[in-house]
Every structure is written in C-alpha cells, then in structure tokens.
T-cell receptor
Framework: DVKVTQSSRYLVKRTGEKVFLECVQDMDHENMFWYRQDPGLGLRLIYFSYDVKMKEKGDIPEGYSVSREKKERFSLILESASTNQTSMYLC????????????FGPGTRLLVL | QQQVKQSPQSLIVQKGGISIINCAYE??????FPWYQQFPGKGPALLIA?????SEKKEGRFTISFNKSAKQFSLHIMDSQPGDSATYFC???????????FGKGTRLSVIA
C-alpha cells in the first residue's frame, strides 16, 4: 500500500513563527505536491516537485517555500506564519508523469493565532 | 482557461437515489479527467478517471460521462449509499509536466 505521511495532524502556531510541515512517501515516487484546502475553495496547489532539489510554483506560492533534499521527503515552509495561512495542508505524491494517480496524506490542520 | 468549474457545491440525496455532480472546463488541451473522493479526516483518493477518447466509463456504481463538444464531464453515483457521503473533486490535466487542476468540490450527503 502506498503511504504518504505528514508529520502532524494538528498544529497551532503564533503569527510570525517559522513553520515546517513535513511529508514523507514510501513508494519511491518522483513527484510530490503541496496543497491547501479551504472550504469553498477546493484544493489549491502551492508548490510541486518533479525530482530531488527541483521545485515548481503552483497557483498560490506566496508566503511559502519548499525543500526537497531527499526523494521521499518534501517539506513546506511558512517563513513567517500569518493568520490567513490557517488551513488544511495536504501533501501528495505520484510516479513520474503528471497524469499518474496522486496519493494524498491525511493532512495537517494548521491554526495560526 | 485553467479553471475547472464544479457544481453543485453541496448535494443531499436519498439512499438508493442517483447522485450527479457536474464539471466544466475551458482548456481544450485537457486530456485526462479524474475524480477524487475525500472522506472526513482523510486525504482525497482517486475514485475513477476518463480520457476523452471515450464518452463513458463505469466502475461499479460510479460512472463518468464525458461530453467533449460541450467541454463537460460528470460523475453519476447509482444506488447512492450513506457510505458514499464524502466530498468529491473533479480534476483535469493535459499531457506534459502539468499538475492537476481541481474543481472546488461537492459535499455529498446520502440520507437514509
């Protein structure tokens, strides 16, 4: 079974803090993605990566950065958390070829106070 | 051009009824149309997908209907069950290194 794990299910942070969200997949997938999910707005792509040390901006990259030092791990970084970044964050991975099935983690619900 | 418009936003269906969720797109380069299902507290998971060389694909109680000329595709859930209660996302992508474009989701509630 494909497994995508996210470091935390729930996280509470203060405005201005630096926040790290970690995602690990165990299927040797080349592609990894970070989304945020908000009611009424669906899934919005923040960043994605096709390979180690590579990254591409998605639809809403502002206020975020990513790191992919190892193939199985993709980190989302909020450099200075703000209240409008309170959201559900979902990580996904897939084999090479964007039309491959994306496998999602369970999500991290982040609250920024 | 990159948007996928999904409707309705929420849907309540009686047990045993048919649930229908619709999506429309503008970009004629899209050539892959998956549907993802998300249960509360879980990440989305692929439910069924279609490519535009066919007009319909059926897997059990779930059917995708695809209308290339109208640039629309829809998910039909036959004999809807309470266990189908979830959020459904349509998506689209095109060949090459492009990620999925998701619709905004439909929250389906199947009531007994």
């Amino acid at each position: 079974d494909v497994k995508v794990t996210q470091s935390s299910r729930y996280l509470v942070k203060r405005t201005g803090e630096k926040v790290f969200l970690e995602c690990v997949q165990d299927m040797d997938h080349e592609n990894m993605f970070w989304y945020r999910q908000d009611p009424g707005l669906g899934l919005r792509l923040i960043y994605f990566s096709y390979d180690v040390k590579m990254k591409e901006k998605g639809d809403i990259p502002e206020g975020y950065s990513v790191s992919r030092e190892k193939k199985e791990r993709f980190s989302l970084i909020l450099e200075s958390a703000s209240t409008n970044q309170t959201s559900m964050y979902l990580c996904a991975s897939s084999f090479d070829g964007i039309q491959e099935t994306q496998y999602f983690g369970p999500g991290t619900r982040l609250l920024v106070l | 051009q990159q948007q996928v418009k999904q409707s309705p936003q929420s849907l309540i269906v009686q047990k045993g009824g048919i649930s229908i969720i619709n999506c429309a797109y503008e970009n004629t380069a899209f050539d892959y149309f998956p549907w993802y299902q998300q249960f509360p507290g879980k990440g989305p998971a692929l439910l069924i997908a279609i490519r535009p060389d066919v007009s319909e694909k059926k897997e059990g109680r779930f059917t995708i209907s695809f209308n290339k000329s109208a640039k629309q595709f829809s998910l039909h859930i036959m004999d809807s069950q309470p266990g189908d209660s979830a959020t459904y996302f349509c998506a689209a992508s095109y060949s090459g290194n492009t990620p999925l474009v998701f619709g905004k989701g439909t929250r389906l509630s199947v009531i007994a």
